[in-house]
């Protein structure tokens, strides 16, 4: 099986992360996906034997809408997501963060998460019209299985790589990841 498949084989095994991409496919939001630790956590608790799942502080659930790119309508589907279940929902319309970074305007979903500063946290789950799981990873699945967290370089902020290192604490969590600077 390639990675790929073992991805969507997790997640369709896991009920928690099969309910959250059920309630954000109910939204109808364009190129939408649930993105960062909901697929990154899963894959390295996976990888490194754990039978539990490592809790999530939030469900990043991402997508891009230029006609709808107002905080406002984040929290509005935030609002709207947390009256039908108890998921930590973060939302965020990629149409609109290319101007919290500092970046060019994003042309998709994909395009953004290509500018996120982690390479193994750029990868999201979505569910397509016929209910099967589909994986997007602009820098592929492959790094998720290196036991490495790489710095983008397309984000070259040191800085800003040390302190998400150290407050998410994910070299104590998963032990065996190394940086790959």
Request: proline share 4%; hydrophobic share 40%; net charge negative.
């Amino acid at each position: 099986m390639d990675n790929s498949a073992q991805i969507k084989k997790w997640i369709s095994e896991d009920a928690m992360r099969m309910q959250a991409l059920v309630i954000a496919s109910s939204l109808g939001l364009s190129d939408w996906f649930l993105a960062a630790g909901f697929v990154r956590n899963l894959a390295w608790d996976k990888v490194h034997g754990y039978s539990r799942a490592t809790a999530l502080n939030d469900i990043d659930l991402i997508y891009f809408d230029p006609d709808k790119a107002s905080e406002e309508a984040d929290k509005d589907i935030e609002s709207r997501l947390k009256a039908i279940s108890d998921f930590p929902w973060s939302v965020k319309n990629q149409a609109r963060m290319h101007k919290r970074n500092s970046d060019r305007p994003y042309a998709s979903t994909e395009d953004a998460m290509s500018y996120w500063v982690e390479v193994e946290t750029a990868v999201g789950a979505t569910l397509n019209e016929s209910d099967d799981i589909e994986i997007v990873a602009p820098f592929g699945i492959d790094v998720l299985f290196e036991y490495t967290i790489t710095p983008n370089r397309k984000r070259p902020k040191p800085e800003v790589f040390a302190q998400r290192l150290q407050e998410k604490r994910w070299l104590e969590i998963w032990p065996n990841l190394v940086v790959n600077a």
